[in-house]
């Protein structure tokens, strides 16, 4: 259900862009989903295509970038890359702390 309340949101944000800019129509949305954010986003576009009709948004299209999990060592502060069940820091081989980077839901830009 977050899906959709994204969806709306963004959907939100880019009509009101087309209505301060006079556009009549709003062609993409540039979005980045982080692959841990918990967020699908051929869910969210759907959303997003069911709220839009009847707006300026009714023919936008997403492009869509996928930023990888980072991890950050508490041992050495190498920042790596998650890989499938392996936590540890490829340079010391301690376990990896989270970061922001991979969690981020955003709506980066948009083309009317």
Same mark, same amino acid.
């Given at each position: !259900?977050?899906?959709? +309340?994204?969806?709306?949101?963004? %959907? ?12 009549? &129509?709003? *062609? =993409? =949305? ?12 051929? #869910? #969210? ?8 009709? @009847? ?5 936008? *299209?997403?492009?869509?970038? #996928?930023? *990888?999990? !980072? %991890? *950050?060592?508490?041992?050495? @502060?190498? #920042?790596? &890359?998650?890989? =499938? %069940? ?6 010391? +081989?301690?376990? @990896? &702390?989270?970061?922001?980077? @991979? /969690?981020?839901? /955003? %709506?980066?830009?948009? &083309? =009317?």
């Amino acid at each position: !259900m977050h899906e959709y +309340h994204k969806a709306v949101e963004w %959907l939100n944000q880019a009509c009101e862009e087309a209505k301060e800019k006079k556009a009549q &129509e709003v *062609r =993409l =949305l540039n979005v980045t989903f982080g692959e841990s954010s918990g967020y699908s986003a051929s #869910v #969210v576009y759907h959303y997003f295509q069911e709220a839009a009709k @009847g707006t300026p948004c009714e023919n936008a *299209r997403f492009h869509v970038t #996928v930023s *990888r999990t !980072m %991890l *950050r060592c508490p041992s050495c @502060g190498k #920042v790596y &890359e998650k890989k =499938l %069940l392996d936590y540890h820091c490829p340079s010391c +081989h301690t376990e @990896g &702390e989270p970061t922001e980077t @991979g /969690t981020e839901v /955003t %709506l980066d830009s948009i &083309e =009317l």
